[in-house]
């Protein structure tokens, strides 16, 4: 029995030791699991950052680039022994935000870096690179932040910041993580996928005291990072700058195209602000000071200030007129300032008098006859198919909806059709009577300044459009974008367009645009005067010149300064003046403008 046992013994210590020594052949032999951990201990993973792509203007002058800037980071551990009041007096923090900072990255990790201080300039860094030896536990990372050759701009070109929670939670991309830097409007936030370039990763070696000794296996397993892709920009930043003064000190836009490439010239929203100030460790702090000021630089009025067109809107009315063949180029109605109010001397017009000194009653009669076509002997329905078709030829001009420009938030206006009278009057019966203000660009009509300025280049290309952007081209090739070369158009005859360019050439030489006249450039253009319940009226202008083969065209709005044949119309022509000759010849237009006083 003893005997027995013995061998029982034997054979359970035996098993014991082949199981142990299996483990330990398993653990350093053939399972990875704890030299990787070991592995990870010294191996650091860093993350290079792309530079953004550059954008250009669309002569090649430089408008956005990168400028370096430092994020401090901490590991905590090592960090333990750091003398706080040196650290505070050469960071310009408390002591208090200190201890939060390092209570915050140690709850991260202990052992992992995390950002303590973001952003510090390039003059910042140069202050303290050498003294932060002194400091173990700490370091720095290199990044960049977007840098403005020139202060303007700002509402198309957008800004960059630290990408929110929000987003980040609802990025189907997978490419971005916490702390990386995304495009948040403007151009920066549309052409996203190309400027933000393809992160790099680095992989260092460090011993236990976090000392950098050099690359992992040689850089075997690094990636270079690939910056963003350049953009040239259709803006000419020369005419940008002079629009921007021009609109010094009053709320407004200007919006001027090259009617042949739909191309964006100049892109002035006022007020606006400096886009240099949201950038860097201030961003934050800038960015409340503008979003609470009271005059709302951060409303980009070209694309999102909705007004009732006015005046301008008549030669869309007469080519609608025309098209449906409500009216010929010879009809002449009378001025019968009972039905609607009128102005300025002038009383039984053709339809090229009638743009050129802005007839209400002329255009209150189009638009009768052009809803009232007795296809219905009731009057009620007769007004609902009529204005059905009148509808869909005024949206042919690229209104009622959103053109497409390559920028956010683009508002649509609005053209009234059938079924929003029908909400407006609750399912009560309306007709022509009830809705004729439209007729002048009043009531419920609502446009946005780069429709407007699309519809001056529709009508300085006799009938069509190129959808209005910002960017010309994207990288290296610099190859045209396709989508921004098709032609939409109105459907109207050409012909019918010649006889609204020879009225818009005559509202500046002898109508109510003579302050557009330019020596030597037959300008044509239209005013307009947009009614404003609260304030002076706003004051509006179409235009494009010269005459033949357009260069430019341009809308103009300046809210609360009255007639448009004043602000607006100064305003344009100095524009074109400047794009076409690269200054004005006419100073007391400009001395005008620039002094604001347009209500006297």
């Not at 929670?165 to 997978?174: P, Q, V």
């Not at 951060?298 to 009216?327: C, D, E, T």
């Not at 001009?397 to 649509?412: M, Q, V, Y």
């Not at 910002?470 to 109105?490: A, C, D, F, Q, R």
């Amino acid at each position: 029995m003893d005997k027995e046992r013995k061998y029982i013994i034997q054979f359970v210590v035996l098993l014991i030791g082949i199981i142990y020594a299996f483990r330990l052949l398993n653990l350093q032999v053939f399972d990875e699991t704890y030299a990787k951990k070991a592995e990870d201990n010294i191996i650091h993973r860093e993350i290079e950052y792309p530079y953004r792509g550059l954008i250009f203007d669309r002569n090649n002058k430089l408008l956005v680039y990168n400028q370096p800037e430092y994020d401090l980071l901490i590991i905590p551990q090592q960090a333990k022994s750091t003398r706080v009041e040196e650290f505070c007096t050469l960071f310009s923090i408390t002591k208090e935000e200190f201890e939060k900072k390092y209570l915050e990255a140690k709850k991260y990790s202990p052992v992992k870096p995390s950002i303590f201080i973001k952003q510090l300039s390039d003059i910042d860094f140069a202050l303290v690179q050498d003294k932060l030896i002194d400091f173990p536990g700490f370091f720095v990372k290199a990044r960049s932040t977007r840098a403005y050759k020139y202060s303007t701009l700002a509402n198309a070109l957008g800004y960059v910041s630290e990408i929110t929670r929000e987003k980040l939670a609802t990025d189907t991309s997978g490419y971005y993580k916490q702390g990386d830097y995304v495009g948040q409007s403007g151009v920066e936030l549309y052409y996203e996928q190309y400027l933000r370039g393809k992160r790099g990763v680095k992989y260092k070696v460090k011993n236990v005291k976090g000392e950098d000794k050099g690359s992992f296996k040689n850089g075997q397993y690094d990636t270079l990072a690939v910056s963003g892709q350049n953009l040239i920009s259709t803006i000419d930043i020369d005419l940008q700058l002079y629009g921007d003064k021009l609109m010094e000190g009053k709320s407004g836009s200007i919006v001027a195209i090259e009617p042949s490439t739909g191309e964006i010239i100049c892109f002035v929203s006022s007020p606006s602000y400096d886009p240099g100030i949201l950038t860097g460790k201030n961003f934050g702090k800038n960015f409340e000071r503008v979003a609470k000021d009271s005059l709302d630089p951060l409303f980009n009025r070209p694309l999102m200030a909705q007004y009732r067109p006015g005046s301008i809107f008549k030669v869309i009315q007469a080519m609608v007129g025309l098209s449906l063949k409500s009216i010929s180029p010879d009809t002449r109605i009378q001025c019968n300032r009972s039905l609607i109010g009128c102005h300025g001397a002038h009383s039984f017009e053709d339809l090229t008098g009638a743009i050129t000194h802005s007839c209400n009653p002329y255009f209150y009669n189009v638009m009768r006859r052009t809803v009232l076509k007795g296809v219905s002997d009731n009057n009620f329905e007769d007004s609902r198919i009529g204005l059905a078709i009148w509808k869909e030829k005024v949206e042919s001009f690229g209104l009622g909806a959103p053109l497409g420009i390559d920028l956010p938030n683009e508002k649509s206006g609005l053209v009234p059709g059938v079924e929003y009278y029908d909400k407006a009057y609750r399912g009560r019966p309306w007709k022509f009577s009830n809705i004729y203000s439209i007729a002048i660009g009043e009531g419920e009509n609502l446009v946005v300044p780069i429709q407007m300025a699309n519809v001056a280049s529709i009508i300085a290309n006799r009938g069509y459009y190129i959808t209005p952007h910002v960017i010309k081209s994207i990288g290296e090739n610099g190859e045209p974008l396709e989508k921004y070369e098709e032609k939409h158009y109105t459907g109207i005859d050409p012909e019918n367009f010649e006889i609204a360019v020879e009225a818009m050439k005559r509202v500046v030489e002898s109508g109510t645009g003579r302050r557009a006249w330019i020596p030597g450039v037959e300008v044509c253009g239209k005013t307009g005067t947009v009614q404003n319940n609260t304030s002076p009226d706003h004051s509006v202008f179409i235009a494009f010149a010269p005459k033949e083969n357009p260069k430019i065209a341009v809308s103009v709005y300046v809210e609360d300064a009255g007639q448009g044949g004043r602000a607006a119309a100064s305003i344009a022509s100095l524009i074109i003046e400047k794009y076409l000759y690269g200054s004005t010849r006419r100073p007391y237009i400009e001395n005008y403008a620039l002094k604001g006083d347009f209500l006297y």
